[in-house]
């Protein structure tokens, strides 16, 4: 007879039982390494613990964590940690019985034991602060002044994860102790100390005040010269993050420095440093903007994946200081990297070309929408979406005869699996009906927004609503009350992008509005009015402000009054 799952669980159950038994056993046996090892068993087993028996074993280990050997206080410490990620919500005496006995480790003999108590109530802060915030910081405060220069290390670091917890003045003392942490140079893992440093005034960036700023920023440019690349691109991050504290010298001084870091040994470096040459663009000297320009060039053809995408983010950024001569190899160079076999490197080269546009020479237009068309084909939604995107944005690149075929594409993509494809491809699909002579052709290209307008995606309804204002529209006034009634249905949507969306469309199809749909969208304009959505209420008053002079005469009072209140 096989055995049903209940037995079989009933069976592990007993297993794990009988192996906890023997363990916790072993757990007092006379012989150090017996108790160390029950103890390490224990710590594989936690997960698998049965919740009867769970406080039983947090005893043991809680009375364990103060044996007489370092290496058993050690692992028990260390198992007590786990049990915490598991424990159920209603365990507040047993996680509290955890933490007192982890702040106490912060109090052993063991510099080891120290720093693990040390770590583990930065790692844990929210736990520590909840249950005794001013003992965790006088602890962490007091550590800082240790014996030992790993633990006074640890517990440096773990003071900056405390800054917004404490007094201005001990908050200056913390930036100080960081700083002379961001140059520490001693023993094999020194970098991974300056490394976490310069994490820590990351994560507490608004807790530097002002006038310590400067001297942070001046540490983090030293540290672009560090021997590690970790800490390099930290350094290079921490400085992206607060332009508006460098100064014109200074943030050429970064400019210059990131320019050789795009050398640097490491691909991770020269990928940051690509990245933070766009954020600090505003402070590169006109005569350097050629050779960045072609440095970029020069990594876009011969660097990896890793690389060549920030690059090709990079001269979107750096579009209107792209010298002349060099516009022609950053278009050829995109449409290059558009065959590339990697999505990663694809989608970014299908985004750029739209945003490019004012810099690409005539020659080379055709080329970029075929090289859309093609991305627009791919099997990557990644790539699918910017090309979509971007074939709406260069429709004055398009030849006539060639609209036809561009839009087919669209409408193509309008029935996409992907609802961002979904999305960008109904928006660019009005866009080119402007340079499509079709009539009925412009007649299926309004229909299929129509039918997106009943899309299962909101973020497809409110492009299909968004891309009525593009639309090329042809005199049927049948279309277009279809258009009104499919609006006045939306406007009671359970989303209020939709909502928002369609009370605006109003407004731009005011000159097309058959008149005697005016009065019913008056009417649903007025309720939107009130609606407790800022972002509804301003779209319903902006349309009812372009359509104040087609409002019928009963209703222009309330109309007045709505307009009135909304300027105030």
């Given at each position: 007879m096989p055995q049903t799952k209940e037995k079989k669980e009933k069976i592990t159950e007993d297993k794990i039982n009988e192996k906890l038994d023997a363990l916790l056993k072993s757990s007092g046996d006379v012989f150090t390494d017996r108790r160390r090892d029950a103890v390490l068993s224990i710590q594989g087993l936690y997960r698998k613990i049965p919740d009867y028996r769970r406080k039983g074993v947090i005893d043991r280990l809680?009375?364990?964590?103060?044996?007489?050997?370092?290496?058993?206080?050690?692992?028990?410490?260390?198992?007590?940690?786990?049990?915490?990620?598991i424990l159920p919500d209603d365990s507040d005496e047993i996680l509290s019985g955890i933490l007192k006995r982890i702040i106490a480790a912060s109090y052993d003999k063991s510099t080891d034991i120290r720093k693990f108590a040390i770590r583990t109530i930065a790692e844990l802060k929210l736990l520590f602060i909840e249950k005794d915030k001013d003992e965790v910081i006088k602890r962490i405060l007091a550590l800082c002044d240790d014996s030992d220069d790993s633990v006074k290390i640890s517990a440096a670091l773990a003071s900056g994860r405390f800054m917004d917890l404490m007094l201005p003045s001990a908050r200056r003392n913390i930036i100080e102790n960081v700083i002379l942490l961001c140059r520490y140079d001693r023993g094999y893992d020194a970098w991974s100390v300056r490394n976490e440093a310069v994490k820590i005034f990351r994560e507490e960036l608004e807790y530097i005040p002002e006038t310590r700023m400067w001297a942070v920023a001046e540490e983090m440019f030293k540290l672009l010269d560090d021997e590690e690349s970790v800490v390099k691109v930290s350094a290079i991050g921490f400085l992206e993050e607060i332009p508006d504290f460098i100064t014109i010298d200074f943030g050429k001084e970064i400019i210059l420095k990131l320019m050789e870091l795009t050398k640097d040994k490491?691909?991770?470096?020269?990928?940051?440093?690509?990245?933070?040459?766009?954020?600090?663009?505003?402070?590169?000297?006109?005569?350097?903007?050629?050779?960045?320009?072609?440095?970029?060039?020069?990594?876009?053809?011969?660097?990896?994946?890793?690389?060549?995408?920030?690059?090709?983010?990079?001269?979107?950024?750096?579009?209107?200081?792209?010298?002349?001569?060099?516009?022609?190899e950053v278009i050829e160079l995109i449409l290059n990297l558009s065959k590339d076999r990697d999505w990663y490197i694809k989608s970014p080269a299908a985004r750029v070309s739209g945003k490019l546009k004012e810099i690409t020479p005539d020659e080379l237009k055709e080329e970029v929408i075929a090289m859309l068309i093609t991305l627009s084909g791919d099997i990557d939604w990644s790539v699918r979406r910017p090309a979509a995107q971007s074939l709406g944005e260069l429709v004055e690149f398009i030849p006539q005869p060639d609209a036809d075929l561009v839009a087919e594409q669209l409408m193509k993509l309008c029935g996409d699996r992907d609802f961002g494809v979904r999305a960008f491809s109904i928006l660019s699909l009005a866009r080119i009906s402007q340079i499509v002579a079709n009539v009925e052709k412009n007649k299926e290209m309004i229909q299929m927004a129509l039918k997106l307008c009943d899309d299962p995606d909101w973020s497809v309804r409110e492009s299909a609503l968004k891309s009525f204002k593009y639309f090329n529209y042809p005199e049927d006034s049948e279309l277009v009350e279809k258009i009104v009634l499919k609006l006045l249905e939306l406007n009671d949507d359970s989303d209020w992008n939709v909502r928002s969306a369609s009370a605006r469309v109003y407004g731009n199809l005011r000159k097309i509005i058959p008149e005697k749909m005016i009065p019913a969208i008056v009417k649903k304009l007025l309720k939107l009015a009130s609606e407790r959505d800022n972002n509804v209420k301003v779209s319903a008053v902006r349309s009812l402000r372009e359509l104040k002079r087609r409002v019928p005469d009963e209703m222009v009072g309330e109309v007045d009054e709505v307009l009135k209140k909304s300027k105030s």
């Open positions: 809680l009375k364990l964590s103060s044996d007489k050997n370092e290496n058993v206080r050690y692992a028990s410490l260390e198992t007590l940690k786990n049990f915490i990620n490491d691909w991770e470096v020269r990928a940051a440093s690509v990245n933070a040459i766009i954020t600090f663009r505003d402070f590169i000297p006109e005569k350097k903007t050629g050779e960045i320009v072609a440095r970029f060039l020069k990594l876009g053809r011969e660097e990896g994946w890793g690389v060549k995408r920030p690059c090709i983010h990079a001269f979107s950024e750096l579009k209107k200081a792209i010298p002349g001569d060099l516009r022609k």
